[in-house]
């Protein structure tokens, strides 16, 4: 076996999340690939909460669908997620505080007294999940030390000594327990291909990290599920770059704020959800039309309205493309991975400043709080530009200055407030050269050509499109955003069973990669689309740009992420369909 | 020196002639000019209304952000850029109603910015709908049979969200106004001035005559003291046959951006970005 899957399941408050996330790290220190997802309801105590980790020698992009190890701290776990477990596989429960007792068929059992271990060793109930991590070890053929460090490493530090033994304690007495009385069982066998160093990392993490690398210095925004972990990540480190992070009243204010902060020179940047979106829409239009450099992150929660909150979905791509009142040039990244999350978040700061508009980040939740295994991103080629920001040897150069002169490029010279002789209004009426408010016709139309110019531009110079896979493929899987991962899975699952396939990635929604996407698509066989929405909203997009239609559609709305298995079996039913 | 002139723009305001914005204007380039700010530390910022517009007729750094957001713009200015000038300028309908939230939050902030509030009492620009500040039983266009509400107190209002200058101006007083912002200007912390803003074309009422009965300044009286609060708050809620004009509290108290280790050294605006170094970052992921 070169991987397996473990999920643990239990009330919110029980502290799965962190139990979930110290599972995965702890095999990605030891050299193997991880990928994590989580499951939760909106609530604080109580309800069902998951987390389920993949592991294996090679690397991964997302969950599968079957579990080998299922840790179940309530009977609700086990009524919800036994059926996951695959034949021969384990369920962990915690015996005394799970009613549990019957068989179930093909599944090994671990009866586990994880509350009361823990209740002994560390006088505390919130203990049975190292308990449980000390239990799960002992069903996997590694050395229990791997865990015990990052036990150490997670409880150490500020919560002191103490506490780290009294947590590492607990999973040794979880890992005794399962070695002694369930000495017969066959251990899940897998093993690390070195032990490189690798990252372990989620969207919001890689997106927090690529703006504090393009000098974002200004973070405003208001909490929403699940962008905000992006505040916490920068909140955190606030000191140690020096950001300004800035928890505001609303997001209407996060966003004027972000950009107050840009037209003063300072880069910075906002994240919300759909709803937060929708209030920040207006303001979206006051940076396009004062031409104020702004990144705006959405990640996406199933809607409308308070929908789904702790799900995941991609039911805002044409609302980011659409929002706010006019028309006016804007551009939307959706990353698929968190190195685009990092990348992207990056070039999308140089984007806003240099062609001086509104940047949007769109990602989902399924993105933003999955942790992946990758290297460390690759900095050499990262360059910050500006643009074109007036610097301090301009001030006495330039006579009558046009904060918006109507250039060639539709970009114009920008100047920032404390330089001399280079005072401007940024208005947000249609203004003239010069920033004032002017409602001509020709005025306005010179502004609103001048401003579209700078898409012209964008798109020489951006790739907007990925292709992986066979050139010469029977099926052309088409999607953009997270479901990157579990569409390259289940090209691994169809390239198994001979079936050749392509995957094309949208990754600029706008501007759209016409060229290459048509170049694609005029070559595919079979044009199948993948989408976590209910309307095929890029479906939409690319017959709206390019004209072409797909042949299939394969949407998923219940505010989950894809599964692998899924995908490859609706394509290959596509398949069998057709040759009938 | 910054003088008056040189903060004139060529361009004229749109203004309704004997409208009390102008006496706001020329108040605030007087203030300015006095203070002797150079022109290019200072930025105006604007919500939307009559008074948005202020912007284009001064010759400083402006920013016409849209309705009821000229605080979250104007605080941030000064957060990215702290060693700026920076003053918010809207209308009652702007501040108290459509950004009452920014206002209040902004306040028990006190980002070190001052904020002119044009109070005319009604929504001029879309030609005459009651406003926050419209007095109980006012008739306008959307009123016609008599506002219902009692209208919002910015002074009352100011001193409970804990603001730490909150001074009331009297357009038809433009001396008295320009010694009000420049202290204004000069407190450090976020300033109030809420200023009586006879609209001569749709408020009937609330008229400069109206105004010259009824204004008396806070200061003539000798025994007020403005750093008494309860006090303070007594004088805001006088508004009848006599409404005080003057500086009616402040207090000394950090300000954010005092807080903020992160501006310690220099302004954000002024830290080098170019080679940011995260390998520490990558390092605690893995």
């Known amino acids: 076996m070169s991987e397996f899957s473990w999920k643990i399941g239990g009330e919110a408050g029980y502290g799965i999340m962190t139990t979930g996330f110290i599972f995965g790290k702890t095999f990605v220190k030891a ?231 840009n037209f003063a020179g300072v880069r910075a940047m906002t994240a919300t959800s759909g709803g937060g979106f929708a209030l920040m829409s207006e303001a979206l239009g006051l940076a396009a039309l004062t031409e104020t450099p702004l990144v705006v992150v959405l990640a996406q929660r199933p809607g409308p309205s308070t929908g789904m909150p702790t799900h995941t979905e991609q039911g805002d791509l044409r609302f980011v493309m659409h929002a706010s009142n006019g028309e006016f040039p804007r551009v939307v990244i959706a990353p698929g991975d968190a190195s685009e999350c990092f990348y992207e978040t990056f070039n999308a700061f140089n984007i806003a400043e240099k062609y001086q508009l509104p940047v949007i980040i769109i990602t989902d939740k399924f993105l933003a709080e999955s942790h992946t295994t990758t ?94 896979g066979d050139a010469d493929a029977d099926v052309t899987i088409i999607g953009w955003g997270s479901t990157k991962g579990p569409i390259f899975e289940a090209m691994k699952i169809l390239s198994k069973k001979g079936i050749k396939v392509n995957y094309l990635q949208i990754l600029y929604i706008m501007p759209f990669p016409k060229s290459k996407a048509k170049i694609v698509l005029d070559k595919a066989n079979k044009k199948i689309l993948v989408e976590n929405n209910k309307t095929a909203q890029l479906g939409s997009i690319i017959k709206e740009e390019i004209g072409i239609d797909v042949d299939y559609k394969i949407l998923k709305y219940d505010g989950r992420p894809f599964l692998p298995e899924d995908i490859a079996t609706k394509i290959e039913e596509v398949l069998t369909y057709d040759k009938l | 020196m910054t003088s008056f002139e040189e903060l004139t723009t060529k361009e004229r305001p749109t203004w309704c002639p004997g409208c009390g914005n102008w006496g706001i204007l020329t108040a605030l380039k007087k203030a300015i000019a006095e203070l002797n700010l150079p022109k290019h530390q200072v930025v105006v910022v604007a919500g939307i209304g009559c008074s948005g517009h202020l912007p284009q007729w001064i010759n400083t750094f402006g920013f016409h952000s849209l309705h009821g957001r000229s605080l979250p713009v104007a605080q941030a200015i000064k957060l990215a850029n ?182 310690s050294k220099a302004p954000l605006v002024k830290q080098k970005i170019d080679n940011v170094n995260i390998d520490n970052l990558f390092e605690e992921m893995c």
């Open chain 1, 31 to 261: 050299g193997f690939f991880a990928f994590d997802t989580n499951e939760y309801p909106s609530l604080i105590r109580g309800g069902h909460n998951t987390y389920t980790v993949r592991v294996s020698q090679e690397p991964i992009f997302s969950h599968v669908k079957k579990i080998d190890v299922l840790v179940a701290l309530t009977d609700i776990a086990i009524e919800k997620n036994a059926t996951e477990v695959k034949k021969d596989g384990f369920i962990i429960y915690d015996v005394g505080h799970v009613k549990f007792q019957k068989e179930i068929k093909g599944v090994n059992l671990i009866p586990v007294p994880l509350t009361q271990i823990a209740l002994e060793k560390g006088k505390q109930n919130i203990m049975r999940n190292n308990v449980a991590l000390g239990a799960s070890f002992a069903l996997i053929d590694v050395d229990p030390s791997i865990l015990y460090n990052m036990i150490k490493e997670s409880f150490g530090g500020k919560k002191g000594q103490d506490v780290a033994d009294a947590n590492v304690n607990a999973a040794k007495a979880g890992y005794e327990y399962v070695k002694e009385n369930f000495s017969n069982i066959k251990k899940i066998q897998i093993k690390s291909n070195g032990n490189k160093k690798r990252m372990y990392i989620n969207g919001n993490e890689a997106i927090a990290i690529g703006s504090i690398k393009a000098g974002c210095k200004f973070y405003s925004a208001y909490p929403m599920t699940p962008a905000s972990s992006i505040m916490h990540y920068l909140a955190s480190k606030e000191f140690d770059y020096n950001i300004v992070v800035k928890q505001t009243e609303d997001e209407i204010a996060a966003i004027n704020m972000a950009i107050g902060a």
């Open chain 1, 375 to 468: 290297e460390k991103f690759f900095l050499k080629s990262l360059k910050i530009d500006r643009g074109s920001l007036l610097t301090e040897e301009y001030i006495n150069k330039i006579k009558d200055y046009k904060r918006y002169e109507n250039t060639i490029s539709g970009i114009s010279p920008r100047s920032l407030p404390s330089q001399e002789n280079l005072i401007f209004k940024a208005a947000t009426d249609e203004h003239d050269e010069y920033g004032n408010i002017n409602e001509e016709a020709d005025n306005r139309v010179i502004h609103v050509d001048k401003r579209f110019r700078k898409i012209k531009v964008l798109e020489t110079e951006i790739d907007g499109a990925k292709v992986y």
């Open chain 2, 82 to 263: 702290h060693e700026l000038n920076v003053i918010a300028v809207g209308g009652d309908g702007d501040g108290y109603g459509i950004g009452i939230g920014h206002f209040i939050h902004a306040m028990r902030r006190n980002v070190d910015i001052t904020y002119i509030v044009h109070d005319n009492q009604i929504y001029g620009l879309t030609t005459g709908q009651a406003s926050p500040t419209s007095e109980k039983g006012f008739k306008s266009k959307s009123t016609p049979h008599g506002l219902i509400e009692p209208p919002v107190n910015p002074i009352s209002l100011a001193l409970a969200a804990d603001c730490s200058f909150v001074a009331r101006g009297f357009a038809g007083d433009v001396p008295h106004l320009v010694k009000l912002i420049t202290q204004a200007v000069q407190h450090k912390g976020f300033a109030l001035v809420d200023v009586l803003q006879p609209c001569i074309t749709f408020n009937y009422l609330n008229t400069f005559e109206y105004f010259y009965r009824k204004v008396y300044k806070l200061e003539e009286d000798k025994n007020y003291d403005p750093t008494n609060k309860v006090e303070a708050f007594k004088r805001s809620l006088e508004w009848g046959e006599r409404i005080p004009i003057g500086l009616f509290y402040k207090e000394e108290r950090k300000t954010y951006e005092d807080e903020l280790p992160q501006l």
